[in-house]
């Protein structure tokens, strides 16, 4: 199941036709080169990354996936990465998994 971040961070491409990239994630379909920044399953990394054909696996489809990025190649990825990073120091002067988790809103009360 996938949990749309509102603050969604999107690449050129992506933000071009978003519907579009979101709506086959969601129903599974190919998205040739498309990738997914998400909070990560484990507590011990900041941010997790996964090309869209990952998502066809059972072990993905019993995970709640909180979406936080969304890019249509590789290059978008690392400039969303850096987006989120600054914005992240700016606001709390560090960068850390907990920092990340209280910039996207979810904090404690993540279930």
């Known amino acids: 199941m996938f949990i749309w971040n509102p603050a969604l961070y999107m690449d050129e491409k992506v933000k071009e036709e978003p519907k579009k990239f979101r709506r086959r994630l969601e129903r599974r ?11 990560p399953i484990n507590e011990q990394n900041c941010l997790d990354i996964y090309s869209s054909r990952e998502f066809w696996f059972q072990y993905y489809r019993k995970r709640k996936i909180h979406i936080v990025g969304l890019a249509a190649d590789q290059e978008g990825v690392e400039e969303i990465l850096q987006k989120m990073a600054t914005d992240i120091i700016a606001k709390y002067g560090t960068f850390n998994a907990a920092c990340v988790k209280d910039f996207f809103n979810l904090g404690n009360n993540e279930s």
């Open 29 to 39: 379909k190919l998205v040739k080169k498309c990738y997914c920044i998400t909070l």
